[in-house]
C-alpha cells in the first residue's frame, strides 16, 4: 500500500487510472445518508487490509468494496455524444458494491474503492467534527480525515413518488423460489427493503404478470397476486397474496402501490396474461375491447375496489392503462383508457407516454413524458412525472449508464426539482432478462440485456446470494440525486421556493455542472443557504 486518502462519490474508480475528487470537507443535512469513498493503492496481487472507522454510533458507518462487470457493448452503438467514461469503450467498469467488514481483501494490482456510506440511524447531532478513516495493509498504515459539518435541517418529506419497476419474475427465475412460497418472500422482502432505503417509495404491483418487454406471442414466468377462480359461469377473487404483498410493502416502509398494467405495453391491444389456476384465460389472443374481457374487468374492478377499501389503502394506489402508446395507438388506447376510468372511478391513472395529444385530449390521467420531451407538458399539466429508460441516450442527457459519469446519475435531482416534478419512473430495477424477455441473463457478465440495451440501463441491485441484493454505486448516487430534491424542497420551506429555484435555475435534464467537484459545488451553496435560514428560524 502506497496511497490512501478520501475521495467523493462522483467518481468510478478504475484500478490503473488514480482518481480525482479529492475530499477534504463535506456537509449533510442531520436525516441524510452521506456517501463518499476510500481509496487504496495495492503493490501486490493481493492484500489484506483492516479498517478503522470513525467512532460513530453503531450502524452509522457501512462499508462496501466496488467490483467491477464487463461492458461488452461499446456505448457509440447506443450513445450520440461524448460525455463518457474511457470513451465507453469495451472493458470493466466500476459497479457492484459488495458489503464487507473491517477486513477487505484486495486483489489486482493499482487502485481499489471502499465505498463509505454514513448513515443517520437515527439523526446525526448538529456540528463539526472530524471523521478519521484508517487502513494497516500488509504492515503498512495510513490514515485520511475528512471534515463533516451536520447542518442543523433535515431533508423534507414532500409527497415525491419514485418507481423503480420491480419484476417479481426475475425473483423467481433467479433465485428458483416458487412465487408465493416461503422463499419467495423472504426474497422479495429483502429487494423492496433495499429499495426503500434508495429512495424508491412506490412499488409495481403484479395483480397479474405484468405485460411489460414481453415478446408478442411470448410469456414472462407467471407472477400473480390475484387469484381467480371459475365456477357455474361466474369468478371469484382471492386477495390473500395481495393483501400479504401490501402488509409486507407497508412494513418496508412503501407508501404507493402501482398496480401493474391491465393492457399489453405500446398500443393497449391485448390483455396481460391471466390465469385460473394452471390455465391461461387471458394473453395475447385476447381482444383488449371483447366482450369477455371487459366483463371481466368489470368484475374484477368492483371486487379489488371493495378490497382496497377496505384494506384503506385505496389512494396509495395508481393504475395503469399501457405503456408507451404511440399516435397510432390512440383509437384503442382512449377506448381502453375511458373504459377503465368507467369501473375505476376515483383511481389515479399514470402512464409513460410522451405524445402530448394524449393528454390534451383528455385521454390519459396523468402523463409520465420523457426527460427529452418533458417541455411540451411543463407548465401545462397540474402534477408533472417524467422519466428515462434505454433513452436518451445521447446529447448530454441525464441516466445512469454504467459507463456515463456518476454527475450524469447525480443530477436528476435538481433537474427535477427545477421543472417542479413530482413524481419520475425508471423501467428497470431488476430486469435480468434479455430485450422482450425472451432468455435470462447473469447481470455479473451480461450488463446490456443481450446487447440490446445501453449498459446498466435494466438494473441498480445484482442478485447477491442468499436472496439478498447487492446495490450499484449507481443506485446509490440515484439516491444522492433524489436528496438534493428533497434538500431544495427543506430551503424553499424555509425561504421560500424563489429562493431555492434561484440555485438551480440553469439546471435542465441536458445542463448541469459537468464535473463531480462543480456538481458537489452547487450542493454545499444548497446547503449553506439551509444552514443561513434554518439559523434565522431556531
Excluded at 492484500?47 to 453503531?58: G, M, Y
Excluded at 425508471?426 to 440495451?453: E, H, I, K, M
Excluded at 435534464?509 to 458537489?520: A, C, I, K, Q, S
Aim: charged share 25%; aromatic share 12%.
Amino acid at each position: 500500500m502506497n496511497a490512501l486518502y478520501l475521495i467523493h462519490s462522483l467518481e468510478k474508480v478504475f484500478p490503473d487510472e488514480a482518481p480525482e475528487g479529492r475530499l477534504e470537507r463535506f456537509s449533510v443535512l442531520k436525516n441524510e445518508t452521506y456517501d463518499l469513498q476510500l481509496v487504496v493503492a495495492c503493490e501486490t496481487d493481493e492484500a489484506t487490509c483492516r479498517l478503522t472507522l470513525p467512532e460513530l454510533p453503531d450502524g452509522t458507518v457501512a462499508v462496501y468494496s466496488v467490483d467491477s462487470v464487463p461492458i461488452e457493448t461499446p456505448a457509440s452503438e447506443k450513445c450520440s455524444d461524448d460525455f463518457l467514461l474511457r470513451g465507453g469503450e469495451c472493458g470493466e467498469y466500476p459497479d457492484i458494491l459488495r458489503p464487507c467488514g473491517d477486513t477487505v481483501v484486495l486483489r489486482g494490482r493499482g487502485y481499489h474503492s471502499l465505498w463509505i456510506e454514513l448513515i443517520p440511524r437515527d439523526e446525526f447531532a448538529p456540528g463539526t467534527r472530524c471523521l478519521t478513516f484508517g487502513v494497516d495493509c500488509e504492515g503498512a498504515h495510513a490514515s485520511a480525515d475528512v471534515t463533516a459539518e451536520i447542518v442543523d435541517a433535515r431533508l423534507e418529506d414532500d409527497g415525491f413518488v419514485c418507481t423503480h419497476w420491480f419484476y417479481c419474475d426475475c425473483l423467481v427465475d433467479r433465485y428458483q423460489a416458487p412465487f408465493g412460497s416461503e422463499e419467495f418472500w423472504r426474497i422479495a422482502e429483502n429487494y423492496i427493503r433495499c429499495a426503500v432505503q434508495h429512495g424508491i417509495n412506490m412499488i409495481l404491483t403484479p395483480l397479474f404478470t405484468p405485460p411489460l418487454d414481453t415478446q408478442v406471442g411470448g410469456e414472462r414466468t407467471t407472477v400473480q397476486l390475484v387469484d381467480v377462480e371459475e365456477a357455474g359461469g361466474s369468478r371469484r377473487f382471492g386477495f390473500e397474496k395481495l393483501d400479504r404483498w401490501i402488509d409486507l410493502c407497508l412494513a418496508c416502509g412503501v407508501q404507493y402501490f402501482e398496480m401493474s398494467h391491465l393492457f399489453t405495453q405500446w398500443g393497449a391491444k391485448h390483455a396481460p396474461k391471466i390465469v385460473s389456476g394452471d390455465r391461461k384465460i387471458f394473453g395475447w389472443q385476447t381482444d383488449a375491447r371483447g366482450k369477455e374481457y371487459r366483463d371481466f374487468l368489470t368484475a374484477f374492478a368492483a371486487a379489488l375496489t371493495d378490497y382496497l377499501n377496505r384494506k384503506g389503502v385505496a389512494d396509495r394506489c395508481l393504475f395503469h392503462v399501457s405503456d408507451e402508446p404511440s399516435l397510432t395507438d390512440l383509437p384503442v388506447y382512449r377506448s381502453n383508457a375511458a373504459f377503465l376510468k368507467k369501473i375505476f372511478p376515483g383511481f389515479r391513472f399514470i402512464d409513460a407516454l410522451s405524445e402530448y395529444e394524449f393528454y390534451a385530449l383528455g385521454i390519459t390521467g396523468t402523463p409520465i413524458p420523457g426527460i427529452a420531451s418533458i417541455d411540451r407538458f411543463a407548465g401545462k399539466v397540474p402534477e408533472l412525472w417524467t422519466y428515462y429508460c434505454c433513452g436518451p441516450a445521447g446529447d448530454n442527457y441525464i441516466n445512469r449508464f454504467i459507463y456515463y459519469p456518476s454527475v450524469r446519475n447525480r443530477a436528476l435531482g435538481a433537474a427535477l426539482y427545477r421543472y417542479g416534478c413530482k413524481g419520475f419512473l425508471q423501467w428497470g430495477y431488476n430486469f435480468w432478462n434479455t430485450q422482450l424477455s425472451v432468455a435470462r441473463v447473469d447481470p455479473f457478465r451480461d450488463t446490456t440485456a443481450g446487447g440490446a440495451f445501453p449498459a446498466g440501463d435494466g438494473f441498480v441491485v445484482y442478485p447477491g446470494e442468499d436472496g439478498a441484493p447487492l446495490p450499484s454505486l449507481r443506485l446509490k448516487v440515484f439516491r444522492d440525486g433524489l436528496n438534493d430534491y428533497h434538500a431544495l424542497h427543506t430551503l424553499e420551506r424555509l425561504a421560500g421556493r424563489p429562493a431555492a429555484e434561484a440555485l438551480v435555475e440553469g439546471v435542465r435534464f441536458n445542463v448541469y455542472p459537468r464535473t463531480g467537484d462543480g456538481f458537489l459545488a452547487l450542493r454545499e451553496k444548497i446547503n449553506g443557504e439551509i444552514a443561513k435560514y434554518a439559523g434565522k428560524s431556531n
